[in-house]
């Protein structure tokens, strides 16, 4: 991972997602600022929502793929997929894809999952219907994104999913989505760059 993001710490995110924006003039997006939990939460987060082999993964708002490419290294899911909104994050994740594949099949090691990254809209264009683990960073989504997000949830999931939200709680509509694991489904979780912890959240589809 390490050598696959070499020049793609979270700072560069940052930097890459601003000037996506500029780009674009998404000026009041709010919902596409860029953030990543430190390996060690990635991996923890992973452990607590559990993979079952050939399962599905799919991260909704993907960034640099951090941690779709975390999820799929094992290889117990059959597929990870993230999908991401800016083409600029979108395009350095798919190298970063491309360059971890190059560097396990140098070393000899075995593939990953399947991994799937594609460029679009998280409300429009991902299905999570086939999903067993949905990861949502949400730490930026306003509440009319959380709305929408919280209805596809709905909609889509099915029973026994497990869902991951960092800095958000579901609200009252999604009734038969019940906390998940020890601490009432609450983890505190470390980000790159930050010494602040963010809370995340753990649900299953009852
Ligand atoms: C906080 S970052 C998380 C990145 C990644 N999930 C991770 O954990 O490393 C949130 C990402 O969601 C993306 N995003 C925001 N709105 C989106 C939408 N409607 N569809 C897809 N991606 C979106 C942002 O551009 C940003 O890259």
Redesign the pocket.
């Known amino acids: 991972m390490e050598r696959a993001f070499s020049d793609l710490d979270r700072d560069a995110g940052l930097e890459i997602?601003e000037r996506s924006h500029q780009a674009r003039q998404r000026v009041q997006g709010s919902?596409?600022?860029?953030?990543?939990?430190d390996l060690k939460a990635q991996l923890e987060v992973l452990a607590r929502a559990g993979a079952r082999k050939g399962g599905v993964f799919v991260?909704?708002?993907?960034?640099?793929g951090?941690?779709v490419l975390a999820a799929a290294l094992p290889g117990v899911f059959s597929e990870c997929r993230g999908?991401?909104?800016?083409p600029e994050?979108h395009e350095s994740a798919v190298k970063a894809r491309g360059a971890l594949l190059a560097d396990l099949a140098g070393r000899g090691l075995p593939p990953p999952s399947e991994v799937s990254l594609r460029c679009?809209?998280?409300?429009r264009e991902e299905s999570v219907a086939d999903a067993d683990v949905v990861?949502v960073?949400a730490?930026?989504?306003p509440p009319e994104?959380m709305s929408s997000l919280e209805t596809k949830l709905s909609e889509e999931m099915r029973r026994g999913a497990r869902l991951v939200l960092v800095s958000k709680q579901l609200a009252g509509c999604c009734a038969d989505f019940v906390p998940f694991g020890d601490n009432n489904g609450y983890l505190s979780v470390g980000q790159t760059h930050s010494k602040w912890n963010l809370d995340c959240f753990f649900y299953v589809r009852a």
Do not use: H, P, Q, R
């Open positions: 997602a919902s596409y600022f860029y953030g990543e939990l991260d909704l708002g993907s960034g640099l951090k941690m999908v991401e909104i800016l994050l679009g809209d998280m409300l990861f960073f730490t930026c989504f994104v």
